[in-house]
């Protein structure tokens, strides 16, 4: 199984995008999605030093439109795409890429929702002085304490060996000085404490932008940074990108559903490097494949035909899939059970792990056609439950 993940703020580095703008089409197509966002990202992109980019404004509608004209470059024909990607994943910003590439928005909706999140983004964190600081080893229970103790939020949880401690200034500093033992301290080189309660007045922008947003339910299986679920209702999709603002990010429970699923295979689009580098810590035996110059198309597509497969879920315009967000067992609920029609929003039962207990949902409702699954079955991320008619077909 293959997955395609985006990377997040911080991977971009100056001049990384020259050698993608030499070809026309991926100039034109950038050009477009620069224009829609109302920056110059080609000159950001080639010839802006890294203080520069370093700016959120910049950073994060530069990181998306890169990731999503690459993505065409690698998949000339988008349907193809569907027939070979697994799941898709994004870290931080990168979710509105994974969104788009799965077609939950178009590439012009993710466009304007990122200039707007740089932007608020970067007023929120001018209000207060604060940063994030990387934590490299140590005992993981340690580290999280040590973070805890000096008010700070665990705002990145990487993986084995890498968590992102955020806060005000004068509480890195207090951690700096009294920090978990056998780790390593790495202040970040980033505008303010992203994915903690400073961001908050930038999800309550995007949330008013959002619900503005037309959205359709994801092609391929969109894996969420909030908890690792699998998510297949494009409203929830775009909800959960913009709670993520002011909210940890959970790319190791990310990592955990990959697992679940069986990926083989990882590519990381343009600047890649960071995600694949944890992934090789994490996912032992899984390969990766770090896409950062467009000499390397015809590898990478190599790469998607190794691991490439089509996801579970079909997609039809007469009938809709609910489908599990994580690995587990399903518990059917007793009057899903009976039922002829669901009520969009009804409860068709729960999938239980070890970790926790989640109600799926039939978010649009309409006539059962088939139960996929039976009450105690082992269920993996994004495997089909049950099928339904739209409510009003026939």
Same mark, same amino acid.
């Given at each position: 199984?293959?997955?395609?993940?985006?990377?997040?703020q911080?991977?971009?580095?100056?001049?990384?995008?020259?050698?993608?703008?030499e070809?026309?089409?991926?100039?034109?197509?950038?050009?477009?999605?620069?224009?829609?966002?109302?920056?110059?990202?080609?000159?950001?992109?080639?010839?802006?030093?890294?203080?520069?980019?370093?700016?959120?404004?910049?950073?994060?509608?530069?990181l998306? !439109?890169?990731?999503?004209?690459?993505?065409?470059?690698?998949?000339?024909?988008?349907? +193809?795409?569907?027939?070979?990607?697994?799941?898709?994943a994004?870290?931080?910003?990168?979710?509105?890429?994974?969104?788009?590439?799965?077609?939950?928005?178009?590439?012009?909706?993710?466009?304007?929702?990122?200039?707007?999140?740089?932007?608020?983004?970067?007023?929120?964190?001018?209000t207060?002085? %604060?940063?994030?600081? *990387?934590?490299?080893?140590?005992?993981? +229970?340690?580290?999280?304490?040590? &973070?805890?103790?000096?008010?700070? %939020?665990?705002?990145?949880?990487?993986?084995?060996?890498?968590?992102?401690? !955020?806060?005000?200034?004068?509480?890195?500093?207090?951690?700096?000085?009294?920090?978990?033992?056998? *780790?390593?301290?790495?202040?970040?080189?980033?505008?303010?404490?992203?994915? %903690?309660s400073?961001?908050?007045?930038?999800?309550?922008? $995007?949330?008013s932008?959002?619900?503005?947003?037309?959205?359709?339910?994801?092609? %391929?299986?969109? &894996?969420?940074?909030?908890?690792?679920?699998?998510?297949? +209702?494009?409203?929830?999709?775009?909800?959960?990108?913009?709670?993520?603002?002011?909210?940890?990010?959970?790319?190791?429970?990310?990592?955990?559903?990959m697992?679940? @699923?069986?990926?083989?295979?990882?590519?990381?689009?343009?600047?890649?490097?960071? $995600?694949?580098g944890?992934?090789?810590?994490?996912?032992?035996?899984?390969?990766?494949?770090?896409?950062?110059?467009?000499?390397?198309?015809?590898?990478?597509?190599?790469?998607?035909?190794?691991?490439?497969?089509?996801?579970?879920i079909?997609?039809?315009?007469?009938?809709?899939?609910?489908?599990?967000?994580?690995?587990?067992?399903?518990?059917?609920?007793?009057? !899903?059970?009976?039922?002829?029609?669901?009520?969009?929003?009804a409860?068709?039962?729960?999938?239980?792990?070890?970790?926790?207990?989640?109600?799926?949902?039939?978010?649009?409702?309409?006539?059962?056609?088939?139960? @996929?699954?039976? +009450?105690?079955?082992?269920?993996?991320?994004?495997?089909?439950?049950?099928? $339904?008619?739209?409510?009003?077909?026939?």
């Amino acid at each position: 199984m293959l997955v395609i993940v985006a990377p997040g703020q911080g991977a971009q580095t100056p001049g990384f995008l020259t050698p993608w703008l030499e070809d026309p089409t991926f100039a034109a197509r950038f050009d477009w999605l620069a224009t829609v966002a109302g920056i110059d990202l080609a000159h950001y992109g080639t010839e802006a030093d890294a203080e520069t980019i370093r700016d959120t404004k910049i950073a994060q509608p530069l990181l998306v !439109a890169t990731g999503l004209v690459a993505a065409l470059d690698l998949f000339p024909h988008p349907a +193809d795409a569907f027939a070979r990607i697994g799941a898709v994943a994004g870290h931080s910003v990168g979710e509105l890429t994974a969104a788009s590439g799965a077609r939950v928005i178009t590439a012009e909706q993710a466009m304007v929702l990122v200039r707007e999140r740089g932007n608020a983004m970067a007023d929120a964190a001018a209000t207060t002085a %604060t940063g994030m600081t *990387a934590v490299l080893g140590g005992d993981r +229970d340690e580290v999280l304490a040590a &973070i805890e103790r000096h008010g700070l %939020t665990a705002a990145n949880d990487n993986g084995p060996g890498q968590v992102v401690a !955020a806060g005000t200034m004068e509480q890195l500093a207090a951690f700096a000085e009294d920090g978990p033992e056998r *780790a390593r301290l790495m202040p970040l080189s980033v505008a303010g404490a992203f994915h %903690t309660s400073h961001m908050a007045p930038a999800v309550d922008r $995007l949330s008013s932008l959002a619900r503005s947003v037309s959205t359709h339910d994801p092609r %391929t299986p969109v &894996i969420s940074n909030r908890d690792g679920q699998v998510v297949h +209702d494009g409203r929830d999709v775009l909800r959960r990108i913009v709670g993520q603002i002011a909210n940890p990010v959970r790319w190791d429970l990310c990592l955990e559903t990959m697992s679940d @699923l069986g990926v083989t295979g990882i590519l990381e689009m343009p600047p890649a490097g960071t $995600l694949t580098g944890i992934a090789k810590r994490a996912l032992k035996g899984v390969e990766t494949f770090a896409l950062k110059t467009p000499d390397q198309l015809d590898a990478a597509r190599e790469f998607c035909d190794k691991h490439g497969e089509a996801s579970q879920i079909e997609t039809t315009p007469t009938w809709r899939m609910v489908v599990s967000p994580a690995k587990g067992t399903f518990h059917l609920d007793a009057q !899903a059970a009976e039922a002829e029609v669901l009520g969009a929003g009804a409860t068709i039962g729960a999938v239980a792990s070890l970790r926790d207990r989640t109600d799926i949902k039939a978010a649009h409702g309409g006539s059962v056609v088939e139960w @996929l699954v039976e +009450d105690g079955d082992l269920v993996s991320p994004g495997q089909p439950l049950l099928r $339904l008619h739209p409510e009003g077909t026939h």
